[in-house]
């Protein structure tokens, strides 16, 4: 018996402004009927803000039919061990804490602008007072606590454990092959599906809880 009923995947974008096409919003979704699957869906919403009406509303009605769906957006969802501490955050678990704190202060207007380098640029505040642990803007947005360019390794993990190859390090929130930006704007929308009221209420929830396995000792896990 198949587990999931539907299957929704998103490939995310930080861009500020509207687009489409190239470095844009995308989702797919897939439905099961029998053992056939379907593509019912194929979009290309110009923003984040719409993208993820889309998207709240293609799960609000799989919640009412009872459906199980996978989901998945093309981000990092957490931090590598450590991070909620570096930051003060003393919530349980520790990932929500800083999913928490990042949804707070992060701004994503409905045109895509946002103040993500500036939120960052607090955050380092927090953690260093200098330019650490994220880095990466255009010139334009350089601050005392957020410059263009990597600087020293500080005490935090570069990468998370599911950071493999040549992946960049989800500190980096500009420049080829970034995905820092993604992960800062997309977890404040992932927090807000998460605490929607009709999705919370679902039953489909209810039977399907992700859990987080403890990892080796001396091991960056995410927070």
Not at 78 to 92: E, K, M
Not at 131 to 159: D, I, N, V
Request: aromatic share 8%; charged share 20%.
């Amino acid at each position: 018996m198949p587990e999931f009923d539907a299957y929704l995947m998103v490939d995310w974008s930080a861009s500020s402004r509207p687009v489409t096409g190239v470095d844009s919003v995308w989702y797919c979704l897939v439905i099961r009927t029998g053992d056939n699957l379907s593509v019912v869906a194929l979009e290309n919403p110009a923003t984040r803000r719409r993208a993820v009406a889309e998207i709240n509303d293609i799960l609000r009605g799989l919640a009412r039919r009872e459906q199980m769906a996978l989901v998945g957006f093309d981000f990092p969802y957490g931090y590598p061990a450590g991070s909620a501490a570096a930051l003060g955050l003393t919530d349980t678990p520790a990932w929500l804490g800083v999913w928490r704190e990042i949804a707070s202060r992060i701004v994503d207007r409905d045109a895509n602008s946002n103040n993500r380098f500036e939120v960052a640029g607090d955050l380092n505040h927090r953690i260093s007072g200098g330019c650490y642990p994220f880095w990466g803007c255009p010139q334009g947005r350089e601050s005392a606590t957020m410059s263009c360019t990597k600087g020293r390794p500080g005490h935090l993990a570069e990468k998370r454990l599911t950071d493999i190859g040549n992946m960049q390090p989800i500190w980096k929130l500009y420049g080829i092959g970034s995905v820092g930006s993604q992960a800062l704007l997309g977890i404040p929308h992932l927090t807000a599906l998460r605490n929607d009221g009709v999705l919370r209420r679902s039953p489909a929830r209810g039977r399907s809880r992700l859990g987080w396995a403890r990892c080796p000792a001396g091991q960056s896990a995410t927070t």
